[in-house]
């Protein structure tokens, strides 16, 4: 099984800063066919339904802020929140879909100082 | 607009076995992969089983394989998981949730909590 690690497990930012979140890979997640990193984020507000973010590493959802960025390819990837807001207060998971089974990281606790 | 709504979940035993529905609309269902996933309280997501478009392949993680079973009705646009032979770690809320392809999930119910407890 791929297994992904995130950190850090929590991250405490002020309003208008940057803040970087890791994803890391046991494997590669890099299909050579394709060219395309089987990586996706999501973002978890408390008490709601997981928000998708970001597909194949670094494509933007359709109505996602642009202060959402996906980055990285096969094992190292990362989440970069430009400009926190307030309401960017949540959990956040990435997830490979490279194999079966599908797996998701531990999650990162996006806390506003 | 894609809706995705849960049902069936509650109260159970260790040992009993319970049945989860989802009923999708606002797109092709017969066109899409699907999925359910978990939360266990105060816990990370889990992903528990994936469809195939006709439900001729299944797939899941070691965890559940043996005790859960996905299916889907097309005609109805409809998804299921009959969980057999809960155990306490199986309490979670339970999320249907839209497949693109490889594995992504693009659009998530709003989940059903399910208790396994005596």
């Known amino acids: 099984d791929i297994a992904i690690t995130q950190s850090p497990s929590s991250v405490a930012v002020s309003v208008g800063e940057t803040v970087t979140l890791s994803c890391k890979s046991s494997q590669s997640l890099l299909y050579s066919e394709n060219n395309k990193d089987y990586l996706g984020w999501y973002q978890q507000k408390a008490g709601q339904t997981p928000k998708p973010l970001i597909y194949?590493?670094?494509n933007r959802r359709t109505g996602v802020p642009d202060r959402f960025t996906g980055s990285g390819s096969g094992t190292d990837f990362t989440l970069i929140i430009n400009s926190v807001q307030a309401e960017d207060l949540a959990d956040y998971y990435c997830?490979?879909?490279?194999?079966?089974?599908?797996?998701f990281g531990s999650g990162t606790k996006l806390e506003i100082k | 607009e894609v809706q995705l709504v849960e049902s069936g979940g509650g109260l159970v035993q260790p040992g009993r076995s319970l049945k989860l529905s989802c009923a999708a609309s606002g797109f092709t269902f017969s066109n899409y992969y699907m999925a359910w996933v978990r939360q266990a309280p105060k816990k990370g997501l889990e992903w528990v089983a994936t469809?195939?478009?006709?439900?001729?392949?299944?797939y899941y993680p070691d965890s559940v394989k043996g005790r859960f079973t996905i299916s889907r009705d097309n005609a109805k646009s409809s998804l299921y998981l009959q969980m057999n032979s809960l155990k306490s770690e199986d309490t979670a809320t339970y999320y249907c949730a839209r497949q693109e392809g490889a594995g992504y999930f693009d659009f998530w119910g709003p989940g059903t909590m399910v208790t396994v407890s005596s």
């Open positions: 469809i195939s478009t006709s439900g001729s392949r299944t």
């Open positions: 997830e490979q879909y490279f194999v079966y089974p599908l797996t």
């Open positions: 194949w590493a670094t």
